[in-house]
T-cell receptor
Framework: EAGVTQFPSHSVIEKGQTVTLRCDPISGHDNLYWYRRVMGKEIKFLLHFVKESKQDESGMPNNRFLAERTGGTYSTLKVQPAELEDSGVYFC????????????????FGPGTRLTVL | AQKITQTQPGMFVQEKEAVTLDCTYDTSDPSYGLFWYKQPSSGEMIFLIYQGSYDQQNATEGRYSLNFQKARKSANLVISASQLGDSAMYFCAMREGDFGNEKLTFGTGTRLTIIP
């Protein structure tokens, strides 16, 4: 099966501009997660979709970040306006719902989008 | 307090030797799970191994094993017979709570370099 894909792989923008990141989860995975890693720090959770609904958005840093998941398929993460501190690698992951441990908790990660805000 | 602590920012190990990557965690939830992910230079995160808090035995997956010491709150990854392809960043992560609360909390990672 195809893995999680993310687009673009790299994005360089100027402060104040808008950027939209896209994630296509593994087909059939209802759970979709966004994480980000700021340089040198740990990977941090941003939010969790179950199908098209936001299950947990406790990690979203502020209202400049907007995540959507159209029809429970792909997801977009928009940053508007971008700030310098938004630079980092944004990971998307997906997982099935249900099943037995450990499979039901296994999250499959995409390759990430490296965002640089100048 | 950090929920996941990885105290080794970098390690150099001779090929074919065994490697232990340290991970300690902090949670008050009785139900939790611990993960190890590998991130090679290509950037993707590869799932390696999982240990549930109620599992009686240490998890094993091929050359990977997880040394789970619940009382000490440690979940060290052991790689036996290391190979050059094991050179990568390794992240320890934890989920807390029961089904439905699945976000992962990560450590800062350990960069492992295997020396030929």
């Amino acid at each position: 099966e195809a893995g999680v894909t993310q687009f673009p792989s790299h994005s360089v923008i100027e402060k104040g501009q808008t950027v939209t990141l896209r994630c296509d989860p593994i087909s059939g995975h209802d759970n979709l997660y966004w994480y980000r890693r700021v340089m040198g720090k740990e990977i941090k959770f941003l939010l969790h979709f179950v199908k098209e609904s936001k299950q947990d958005e406790s990690g979203m840093p502020n209202n400049r970040f907007l995540a959507e998941r159209t029809g429970g398929t792909y997801s977009t993460l928009k940053v508007q306006p971008a700030e310098l501190e938004d630079s980092g690698v944004y990971f998307c992951a997906s997982s099935r719902r249900g099943g037995r441990e450990p499979k039901r908790y296994e999250q499959f990660f995409g390759p990430g989008t490296r965002l640089t805000v100048l | 307090a950090q929920k996941i602590t990885q105290t080794q920012p970098g390690m150099f190990v001779q090929e074919k030797e065994a490697v232990t990557l340290d991970c300690t965690y902090d949670t008050s939830d009785p139900s939790y799970g611990l993960f190890w992910y590998k991130q090679p230079s290509s950037g993707e995160m590869i799932f390696l191994i999982y240990q549930g808090s109620y599992d009686q035995q240490n998890a094993t997956e091929g050359r990977y094993s997880l040394n789970f010491q619940k009382a000490r709150k440690s979940a060290n990854l052991v790689i036996s017979a290391s190979q050059l392809g094991d050179s990568a960043m390794y992240f320890c992560a934890m989920r807390e709570g029961d089904f439905g609360n699945e976000k992962l909390t990560f450590g800062t990672g350990t960069r492992l370099t295997i020396i030929p």
